[in-house]
């Protein structure tokens, strides 16, 4: 994977093969961030990055002066590969090896965005559990949104927060918003 802009743009980062992933490719990566750019302005931006694998979107985040990262994930080898290349690029990312829905349960803290990248074969509740949590137990700042990451076989647009969805490839992210 790349970094694809901001003060590290270019950079390749290699995950080791052993983890559990499927990072977002670099195509809808720019794609979001495109979008994004068009809304937020990044520097001091809180940001959570649930289900954070690689930390691919994290990185993304911090190369372009993030504030406040944290990335979740429940796998013990993501979350210390994350660590690992926070400290050696000295970035604002804090980790949490978490169950994500636990972790939205008892976080006390509000964020500007919510990126969730969950497993493709997520069944539809487990998707929209998702937003209940982040709306119920208001975790978005003023203006914030929660992108979530999906195949282009789930249809996310029956929550009533959600507000629009962009497709890339076989990827799709839908955007909800209070």
Request: with cysteine.
């Amino acid at each position: 994977m790349r970094i694809i802009s901001g003060k590290y743009k270019g950079k390749r980062i290699t995950a080791p093969k052993k983890l559990p992933v499927r990072p977002t490719t670099d195509m809808a990566k720019e794609g979001l961030f495109n979008i994004l750019n068009n809304r937020f302005y990044f520097d001091g931006l809180k940001v959570l990055d649930l289900f954070s694998g690689t930390g691919n979107i994290s990185f993304e985040f911090a190369s372009r002066d993030a504030g406040e990262i944290m990335a979740v994930d429940s796998f013990a080898g993501c979350v210390h590969f994350i660590s690992k290349m926070t400290k050696e690029m000295d970035l604002p990312i804090t980790t949490a090896k978490s169950d994500v829905f636990k972790f939205l349960e008892r976080s006390p803290e509000k964020f500007n965005i919510v990126f969730a990248d969950p497993p493709y074969n997520f069944d539809q509740n487990q998707f929209l559990k998702i937003p209940d949590l982040v709306f119920e137990r208001e975790l978005l700042l003023d203006d914030g949104l929660l992108i979530i990451e999906h195949s282009d076989k789930t249809d996310l647009s029956q929550h009533p927060k959600f507000s629009e969805s962009r497709k890339y490839g076989g990827s799709v992210f839908s955007f909800f918003e209070a």
